[in-house]
Antibody, heavy 121, light 106 residues
């Protein structure tokens, strides 16, 4: 069935980097954009960035620019988010989601199960 | 940067109508999507293209978007609808979420 399956929970120290994967199945990977969203404890949803698997184009929220890298391996139908120079404020659940042609109003209709990233010394 | 504003909370009695607003500069010129999010679960898309329901979303969910305000309406609210609701729009190639509205079914 159509699904996005994310990698498992991570515990990292401040200053380190973390990479979260998002494996797509049940649909044509290249025809959907992959969006990354996070939710810190007690906070709302926060948009992190997007990648278009077909073109490799990326976009990021201003606060993450320079710290987040989005990549994909089309042969594995997997998208990756790497966040560097981690701070305690990066502790959150990170979600990947798909949207057909971001900005066209289609909405993020399939979501991964979420990956908990804990940043603690 | 573009911002979307939502009321922090809305309370509704079972069977009544809940309306959640989302305000942003000329939001009516963009498409608004709405997501339902329950604790420990992944968000669920309930409205796209301002007013369209994805397959499997009950008819009691409806949406509109005009001027500076998008609205999500839940008619005949049920206990199962208790959740946080987020509006979302795109500002160029950047996505923006509202801060979320907690819907409590009393």
């Amino acid at each position: 069935q159509v699904q996005l399956v994310q990698s498992g929970a991570e515990i990292k120290k401040p200053g380190a980097s973390v990479r979260v994967s998002c494996k797509a199945s049940g649909f044509t990977f290249n025809t959907y954009d992959i969006i990354w969203v996070r939710q810190a404890p007690g906070q709302g949803l926060e948009w992190v960035g997007l990648m278009s698997p077909h073109s490799g184009n990326t976009g990021f929220a201003l606060k993450f620019q320079g710290r987040v890298t989005l990549t994909r391996d089309t042969s594995l139908t997997t998208a990756y988010m790497e966040l560097s120079r981690l701070k305690s404020e990066d502790t959150a659940v990170y979600f990947c989601a798909r949207e057909a042609f971001y900005g066209s109003g289609n909405g993020m209709d399939v979501w991964g199960q979420g990956t908990t990233v804990t940043v603690s010394s | 940067s573009y911002e979307l504003s939502q009321p922090p909370s809305v309370s509704v009695s079972p069977g009544q109508t809940a309306s959640i607003t989302c305000s942003g500069d000329r939001l009516g010129n963009k498409y608004a999507s709405w997501y339902q999010h329950k604790p420990g679960q992944s968000p669920v898309l309930v409205i796209h293209h301002d007013s369209q329901r994805p397959s499997g979303i009950p008819e009691r969910f409806s949406g509109s978007n005009s001027g500076n305000t998008a609205t999500l309406t839940i008619s005949g609210t049920q206990a199962v609808d208790e959740a946080d609701y987020y509006c979302q729009a795109w500002d160029s190639s950047t996505g923006v979420f509202g801060a979320g509205t907690k819907v409590t079914v009393l």
